[in-house]
């Protein structure tokens, strides 16, 4: 069984950094995508930032563009997502999606963001 976990979440002050890292375990799972979604206010999960296993090709949102980074540990089936400048805008839950090669998809069960001061 595939195990999806995030970590890293918590609360931050306006301009300050989190790192959130993502962990897949319990299979011998072909990944060929990974990256981390937020919840838009119309209930769907939107992209904010993913990265292609085979290429480490990267995907920001407009939002991430420039303030976010995703990196990747590939013995580890592990992903992160440094975020700096963080904002009150940022405040959300933020879940990691894994996209198996045999065309599966798995999310974590999220872990709050919170920024305020």
């Known amino acids: 069984q595939v195990q999806v976990v995030e970590s890293g979440g918590g609360s931050v002050q306006p301009g300050g950094s989190l790192t959130l890292a993502c962990a897949v375990s319990?299979?011998?799972?072909?990944?060929?995508?990974m990256g981390w979604y937020r919840q838009a206010p119309d209930g769907q999960r939107e992209l904010v930032a993913g990265?292609?296993?085979?290429?480490?090709?990267?995907k920001y949102s407009d939002s991430a563009e420039g303030r976010f980074t995703i990196s990747r540990d590939g013995a580890k089936n592990a992903i992160f997502l440094q975020m700096n400048s963080l904002s009150p805008e940022d405040t959300d839950v933020y879940y990691c999606?894994?996209?198996?090669?045999?065309?599966?998809?798995?999310w974590g069960q999220g872990t709050q963001v919170t920024v305020s001061s």
């Open positions: 999606k894994v996209e198996a090669g045999v065309g599966t998809t798995h």
């Open positions: 319990g299979s011998r799972l072909s990944i060929a995508a």
């Open positions: 990265i292609r296993m085979i290429d480490l090709w990267r």
